[in-house]
């Protein structure tokens, strides 16, 4: 049976007290998930180092956001963060023939720090910039050609909440023969993501946000099928076809995308995905999207109408889950709104509103006129 948002938020017992617009950097914390922590701890007290237990739940996991996208089990690897998937990404290709990496300014800087740290193995990077916080796929087509070996490209990006246009820039890049990574950290969880339509060789995300876990924890997408120039260049013993086979002389790679995981997974953090995931399972994606759309049109002309200056797309077709305020001293406004118990996040000229399934009107107009309040004073 499918949940309505007043279903939905009853899961999070915190809403009821505080006014939760803080998606963007983490999700609010569901009873599943405090009870899935407890769980963790539960296994240490009955089992000690219950490895069998856990390797279940990453597994549980992993299979749980193969589901989210529409990708097989065996294209999913699981990580401690998308900068670690980036990475190991970009360490399995040869750059000499291909060299360009083709990025862009609203790229989270932890992804775009791993593609300019290329250049040192030859790789050079191009810039795709925005038009007032505004991606043009055009802008992406000017930037490939024939000598790019990877196209970058967040769903959503972190800065502002623009949707970018990556269904248009994945198929530039296919026509000119490049790979493609897609950050979907800032739309998992909220938006219908199904890696089989958008045809995209890599994505990942991370379980702290939309996705309703903690910190410690990503997934990285790879298209089965896709080959790498040379083998991942971090590697552990969860890299290999067989973890328990403990052997310190050989090195085998796994054929599916678990050749690019690492050691030891985050267990707590497994515990914390799993939980997320199953929370957001019960949910139709396009109803989430459908009442994040609707809920953000509203945010958007609210502000509006009370004198705010945005970032974010004033076209909703452009707009994610996300409104952007620019204000002179974003900390010293979520400060004030968090003596309100109204969470927000601050980002350099920022003040980021970001919206879930659990996100109300109430929660809207509860913000807008604190923020109206913080200006009568002076803010």
């Known amino acids: 049976m499918l949940t309505s948002s007043e279903e939905f938020r009853l899961r999070f017992p915190a809403l009821s007290e505080m006014t939760y617009l803080a998606s963007c950097s983490q999700g609010a914390l569901s009873d599943t998930l405090a009870a899935a922590l407890l769980e963790f701890q539960h296994t240490m007290l009955r089992h000690g180092a219950p490895w069998s237990i856990w390797m279940a739940e990453v597994d549980r996991a992993r299979g749980l956001f193969a589901d989210l996208i529409n990708a097989d089990v065996d294209e999913i690897a699981v990580l401690p963060s998308v900068s670690t998937a980036a990475y190991q990404v970009a360490s399995t290709r040869d750059w000499r023939s291909r060299p360009t990496i083709v990025s862009t300014d ?6 775009a720090h791993v593609w300019l740290a290329q250049q040192g193995n030859g790789a050079t990077v191009r810039y795709v910039e925005d ?7 055009e802008d992406y087509h000017a930037a490939i050609d024939e000598t790019c070996g990877l196209v970058s490209v967040p769903l959503i ?6 949707r970018l246009p990556v269904r248009d820039v994945l198929a ?3 026509s000119a023969g ?12 909220v938006e219908p993501v199904d890696v089989r339509e958008l045809g995209c060789d890599f994505l990942a995300a991370g379980a702290l946000k939309y996705l309703l876990g903690i910190p ?5 997408y790879v298209r089965g099928g896709v080959g790498d120039s040379r083998d991942p260049q971090a590697t552990g013993w969860f890299g290999r076809r067989d973890p328990f086979a ?3 002389r050989h090195i085998d790679y796994p054929v599916e995308a678990r050749r690019f995981e690492g050691g030891t997974p985050a267990i707590p953090a497994a515990y914390g995905a799993v939980a997320g995931l199953r929370v957001l399972s019960s949910l139709d994606p396009k109803t989430v999207q459908q009442h994040i759309a609707e809920l953000g049109q509203y945010a958007h002309e609210s502000l509006v109408a009370a004198g705010e200056r945005l970032w974010s797309p004033a076209d909703p077709t452009l707009r994610g889950p996300q409104v952007a305020v620019l204000t002179a001293d ?11 118990n109204i969470i927000t996040s601050p980002r350099g000229e920022l003040l980021r509103l970001s919206l879930h399934y659990y996100s109300t009107v109430d929660d809207v107009d509860t913000v807008v006129a604190a923020i109206r309040d913080y200006r009568r004073i002076g803010g």
């Open 157 to 162: 990006s972190y800065r502002n909440g623009v």
């Open 131 to 137: 038009r007032a916080g505004v991606v043009a796929a």
């Open 106 to 111: 609203m790229e989270f800087p932890s992804v």
């Open 216 to 220: 410690g924890i990503a997934f990285l």
């Open 172 to 174: 530039s890049a296919q």
């Open 178 to 189: 490049a790979l493609t990574f897609v950050d979907a950290y800032q739309g998992a969880g």
């Open 330 to 340: 974003p900390n010293h406004l979520a400060g004030y709104l968090a003596d309100r």
């Open 246 to 248: 403990f052997d310190p």
